[in-house]
């Protein structure tokens, strides 16, 4: 199973194994990680799963729909050209390893 | 209440009546039966199957294809009788239709826009604790959960300072309405005509002022997304769902807090708790009980087969209380991971106004908890019947400052 990097603001990481199909988002909720709100719960609408993607790993994503690109005018911490919102982010074999950076906050 | 196998079907038949005042006195009970009774139910008083638990509650929000909302989410089947009022073009269509408008409401209640109206909704919250503080005692419904939103929404939206005593009497008819014909809504509706001439008023255009919610969905006709003549429709959707949710919804909040003081106390300590403190009453009281969809077609749900055209009532609030899906669910624990309840719906109907909702509950919750030591329930609460919504009629307490 693809597992994926998270880095907390505090330089401490975590590695989460992931289940097939799931979101970034799903996968680091079902582990209890601190750093991801997702107060919508999956449903492209509050901004509060927020991550910094390392930039190695950008151009490997999938690619941002309008409503993912509005919501993150609309973040708690600064946008980046790195940003995306991991609810958006389905986790596929070839995500294995993935690094993301968790932002300072989420609301 | 009884549950008992009807032949054939393998769906549990139950004589539970969720829309009568026994019911609402004490839910806990029948759903606890509804849960148990199976993955879907039939209940005989109304005709409708039923969902309860989180998996099926969250199946059914997910597939709108097979579950939709454009024949009504109330009992009423759109296709068999007239609505009460002209539907909701958000709330009561489906894709492809209501992904447009949906859009514009998105778009007009965005993270961005709370990140502007934050600071005003924050300054509003110490204001109402201000004035708690001058009390000491008060009824935390009317003195608090109502007159907070009544202070920002209406302006945020940009009504106009006659006539708001319509709102929360409009908001009750369209959330009665959803029920079956039974006296809460016959006698809602008889009584509706007032606030319903006041409610289509408002929605025009020029009664709506100049940076509003109200006025940025009009503002959404002149570039092209809807028309002029859904932009009212638009605008009635945040007047029908926008104040007596949250009003039940901080309600839910304060309550909670004052019934169970060590959580009162863990969020003094730590005021971040706020915005979880707000979600957590959202699950544990589901302000929001309950809400229809109907089958465009015959379907399987675990096991369980449902014609075409037949209502499927979803049990939110017993959802957000499944042992399935949630550890010690009757326990209000305001550091739960809350994501993924169903207090706000799930999917492409998923409460529109949710940030709203959120953004009020914890500057006011943040506001409370810096300021006051001890809220103190000193009588009887006295709770609110409706056919949807869930939360008191009034509730006194004695507050001590910090």
């Known amino acids: ?107 | 209440m009884t549950a008992s196998g009807a032949a054939g079907s393998g769906v549990p038949h139950l004589d539970v009546d969720p829309f009568d005042m026994s019911f609402f006195a004490d839910p806990y009970p029948a759903h606890e039966l509804l849960r148990e009774a199976g993955p879907v139910v039939y209940l005989d008083k109304w005709n409708v199957y039923g969902v309860a638990r989180y998996a099926e509650v969250h199946a059914v929000l997910n597939d709108p294809a097979t579950f939709c909302s454009s024949r009504g989410v109330g009992l009423s089947d759109f296709k068999k009788e007239a609505p009460w009022r002209p539907p909701s073009l958000i709330l009561e269509a489906d894709p492809p239709a209501h992904t447009r408008t949906r859009a514009v409401l998105s778009k007009v209640l965005s993270p961005t826009v709370m990140k502007q109206v934050r600071d005003r909704f924050a300054e509003a919250a110490e204001a109402r604790v201000d004035a708690l503080l001058q009390m000491r005692s008060f009824d935390a419904i009317a003195d608090l959960a109502e007159a907070y939103p009544l202070s920002i929404f209406p302006d945020a939206l940009g009504l106009k300072p006659e006539g708001r005593e319509h709102l929360i009497p409009y908001a009750s008819v369209v959330f009665n309405a959803f029920g079956p014909p039974n006296q809460l809504r016959q006698q809602a509706i008889e009584r509706s005509a007032p606030h319903q001439a006041y409610v289509a008023e408002q929605c025009q255009r020029e009664n709506l002022a100049p940076g509003g919610f109200g006025a940025c969905i009009h503002a959404q006709v002149d570039e092209g997304a809807i028309t002029a003549t859904e932009a009212p429709l638009l605008v009635r959707s945040l007047l029908s769902a926008g104040l007596d949710t949250t009003v039940n919804g901080i309600g839910a909040a304060v309550y909670c807090l004052a019934r169970f003081p060590d959580q009162w106390q863990r969020l003094r300590d730590d005021l971040t708790l706020a915005r979880g403190a707000f979600e957590e009453a959202v699950r544990f009281e589901s302000p929001v009980q309950t809400f229809f969809r109907t089958t465009t077609r015959e379907v399987e749900l675990s096991g369980a087969r449902i014609g075409e055209g037949e209502k499927v009532l979803m049990f939110l609030a017993a959802a957000n209380r499944d042992p399935r899906r949630w550890d010690a669910p009757d326990r209000y624990d305001i550091t739960r991971r809350t994501s993924g309840h169903v207090g706000f719906g799930s999917g492409i109907h998923m409460c529109v106004g949710q940030l709203v909702a959120r953004l009020e509950g914890e500057v006011m919750l943040t506001a409370l908890a810096r300021r006051i030591g001890r809220i103190e329930i000193t009588g009887e609460p006295k709770r609110r019947f409706n056919n949807t919504l869930r939360g008191l009629d009034s509730l006194p307490v004695t507050i001590t400052p910090a």
């Open chain 1, 1 to 107: 199973m693809p597992a994926i990097t998270f880095i907390h603001p505090d330089g401490k990481s975590d590695r989460v194994e992931t289940a097939g199909g799931e979101s970034v988002m799903q996968a680091a909720t079902r582990h209890g990680l601190d750093g991801i709100l997702a107060e919508c719960g999956g449903n492209a609408m509050c901004a509060t799963c927020h991550v910094y993607v390392d930039e190695s790993w950008l151009a490997r994503l999938p690619a941002m729909a309008d409503d993912e690109d509005a919501l993150l005018d609309g973040t708690a911490a600064e946008r980046r050209p790195t940003s995306r919102l991991s609810c958006q982010i389905t986790i596929t074999p070839d995500l294995d390893g993935l690094v993301l950076k968790l932002p300072e906050r989420q609301v």
